[in-house]
């Protein structure tokens, strides 16, 4: 099933995707407007909001995709709370393993990732390092260590637009991933696969087709376990929150791998520096291949772009990227500079043509209506607020640091209906929930005595429309901020009768205007807020707001 004509079905008029534009790598010199910025800050970022739209449009297309590749620093994670002997506003990220406190670390460092969404500057490096963290997928229920997943996080966005050769070896002796991996218990008399495995068939070079038993086109069973044996002998070091090495768990035996690989053999060693220099070996042979690079670029793409590699995407957008990227030694910021640049990328079949995750769909939707009480000062707002909004996004299926298993979130993977896994009898409920809260029933906050809760001041939203005293400028213009895509002459006439049932819009012009005479009137204040935050409902929760 189409996704579009799927979120699109309650429409009166049939859905009709725009004519398919031959588009490829090539620059893209089409016009720059809004539709254009916003696409491309929708894409990049957890949700586009008009002021970010309006810095964008000050330059040109190419400014606005330089800014985006900017990366942006992070603080570490101070304590919203006490946890153990770290008092409230200090870091704990390097303090000693509590298991005691790890369920309310844990739970802090959530809270200062979605604080970081929420507060994102014009930059990808947010959303890149959610692409990361799904890529080298590490879930926290098993490290069972909130400082290693803190560690973790550093090094991915660290790295965010890096080397991705230089990041598989950092992973690689992550101590969380070591953890996660069983890559600590894997050692010359006990080999185990997990690692070697993923490292090849997740994190680089792909499985591919099953052509024999034992045999997935781009690797073979033998070569997992070769794996394995390179890999022997490092395990996490908790104390020091780093890895270790210890030489009498590490094989120092050759290790032949199939032909795959050329039948390369990578020579056993002894000693701490001859076991990475076989890491190294491990790496360069498989970075050597073709197709991890394009793995990778098709994972980027599906993250940005569209789940829908065809043979004509694979010719003129994958292969060229991929191309870039082998060109560059693997550094990802090219790959990424070519694309968001690219004709296909602003093609008119690439607006609209996904569906939000929740994390764009919960923390964009808080950035275009924000609220303070979703904007705290103190410390241990910050932590209920967030806390809460983890949780939201967790019954959306996707909870940040405890990602469903190694593969990642199916949404990227899971063939043939990818992001479409987003929508279903439970989540759709959720998702619109969600929305209906925050505009018009309240959002509750765990643990948060406000004495009321969040919601959209719809009397702060009508501030983005130009002409707020016309009901078709209000609806359109809404929708222009609020949706990818166009909605019919139709549906603005529905949406306009929430404001004005069934009366002339003179009536609206009338009442606005009067209560702009008399903006302190609270009779007439409630009337223009009631009304204008029943249109946002009912605009949230339409099929349109649920596309990127």
């Not at 709370?81 to 460092?109: F, H, I, K, M």
């Not at 970081?116 to 879930?139: A, P, R, V, Y």
């Not at 949780?391 to 199916?410: F, S, Y």
Request: overall charge neutral.
């Amino acid at each position: 099933m189409n996704r579009r004509d799927f979120l699109l079905r309650s429409s009166k008029k049939p859905f009709s995707p725009p004519a398919i534009e031959s588009a490829g790598l090539e620059p893209y010199t089409g016009e720059w407007t809004s539709k254009q910025a916003y696409h491309l800050l929708r894409r990049a970022m957890f949700g586009a909001t008009p002021k970010d739209v309006a810095v964008i449009l000050k330059g040109s297309m190419s400014q606005a995709v330089d800014m985006l590749l900017a990366p942006v620093p992070a603080a570490a994670p101070i304590a919203y709370v006490a946890t153990g002997g770290v008092a409230q506003g200090q870091p704990w990220a390097t303090a000693g393993y509590d298991a005691n406190q790890e369920n309310s670390r844990l739970t802090q460092l959530q809270s200062w990732w979605i604080k970081l969404m929420l507060d994102q500057g014009i930059s990808l490096t947010e959303k890149m390092t959610l692409f990361w963290h799904n890529h080298f997928s590490c879930g926290a229920n098993s490290v069972k260590d909130a400082r290693y997943m803190y560690k973790q996080n550093d090094l991915l966005r660290q790295n965010v637009f890096g080397n991705f050769k230089t990041l598989a070896k950092q992973i690689s002796l992550d101590p969380a991933m070591l953890r996660y991996l069983s890559g600590s218990y894997n050692t010359k008399t006990s080999p185990n696969e997990n690692y070697g495995r993923e490292l090849q068939e997740l994190f680089s070079i792909g499985k591919g087709p099953e052509i024999a038993p034992g045999n997935y086109t781009h690797y073979t069973e033998a070569d997992v376990k070769a794996a394995a044996k390179v890999l022997t002998g490092w395990s996490d070091d908790q104390a020091g929150l780093t890895y270790k090495f210890t030489d009498a768990n590490h094989d120092t035996n050759d290790k032949t791998f199939s032909s795959a690989y050329g039948n390369r053999v990578i020579k056993g060693g002894k000693g701490k520096t001859e076991a990475l220099r076989e890491m190294d070996d491990l790496l360069t042979m498989i970075f050597d291949q073709n197709q991890t690079a394009v793995y990778l670029v098709r994972k980027i793409y599906r993250w940005f772009v569209d789940y829908v590699i065809d043979s004509e995407v694979e010719k003129n957008i994958i292969q060229p990227l991929a191309d870039i990227f082998r060109a560059s030694n693997y550094e990802v910021k090219p790959v990424l500079n070519a694309l968001f640049k690219s004709a296909h990328f602003y093609d008119n079949t690439k607006i609209g043509c996904m569906i939000k995750a929740p994390t764009d769909l919960v923390l964009g939707t808080i950035r275009l209506f924000p609220h303070p009480l979703l904007f705290p000062t103190a410390l241990p707002q910050t932590n209920w607020a967030y806390r809460t909004l983890r949780r939201v996004m967790a019954t959306m299926q996707l909870d940040i640091m405890n990602l469903p298993n190694v593969a990642g979130l199916p949404a990227y993977w899971q063939e043939p209906v990818f992001h479409e896994i987003w929508i279903n009898a439970d989540t759709l409920q959720k998702r619109v929930k969600f929305t209906n809260d925050y505009s018009f029933d309240k959002f509750r906050l765990d643990e948060m005595d406000y004495g009321t809760a969040p919601r959209i001041d719809p009397l702060e939203a009508v501030k983005y429309i130009t002409d707020p005293s016309n009901p078709v400028t209000i609806v359109t213009e809404f929708a222009q901020i609020m949706y990818p895509v166009q909605i019919t002459s139709e549906q603005v006439t529905e949406l306009k009768n929430i404001l004005i049932p069934g009366l002339p819009d003179v009536e609206w012009t009338v009442e606005w205007n009067d209560y702009q005479k008399n903006p302190t009137d609270d009779a007439k204040s409630t009337a223009i807020a009631d009304k204008l935050r029943l249109l946002l409902k009912y605009m949230l929760a339409m099929a349109e707001y649920q596309l990127s």
